[in-house]
């Protein structure tokens, strides 16, 4: 069974920061997607931050560009994404997404909560 699992949430203070993982397992693809979205009270759910498995390429929304960082460790299928100097802002449930390439087959993590205060 194809599962996420997501861990590092927390309550943080303005400018520090935090490491989300996502386990993944389950899964026998060669070619996709996987990273991280967030939601805020009252916002819809976007796009933080995302690499392609077949070439490594990144995908990071504005809001997060030179803040965030995203990485993997193959030999445990796993993607990380490091946030530094965060922001109020970037209070949300952050989400771990896997996305198949090329067809509708995408799966979600449970969601992991970040807190910024101030």
């Known amino acids: 069974e194809a599962q996420l699992v997501e861990s590092g949430g927390g309550l943080v203070q303005v400018g520090g920061s935090l490491r989300l993982s996502c386990a993944a397992s389950?899964?026998?693809?060669?070619?996709?997607?996987i990273g991280w979205f967030r939601q805020a009270p009252g916002k819809e759910r976007e796009e933080v931050s995302c690499?392609?498995?077949?070439?490594?390429?990144?995908y990071y929304a504005d809001s997060v560009k030179g803040r965030f960082t995203i990485s993997g460790d193959n030999a445990k299928n796993t993607v990380f994404l490091q946030m530094n100097s965060l922001k109020p802002e970037d209070t949300a449930v952050y989400y771990c997404?896997?996305?198949?390439?090329?067809?509708?087959?995408?799966?979600w993590g449970q969601g992991t909560q970040v807190t910024v205060s101030s």
């Open positions: 997404n896997f996305k198949v390439l090329f067809s509708r087959i995408e799966y």
């Open positions: 389950g899964f026998n693809v060669d070619d996709y997607y």
């Open positions: 690499m392609r498995s077949s070439d490594g390429n990144n």
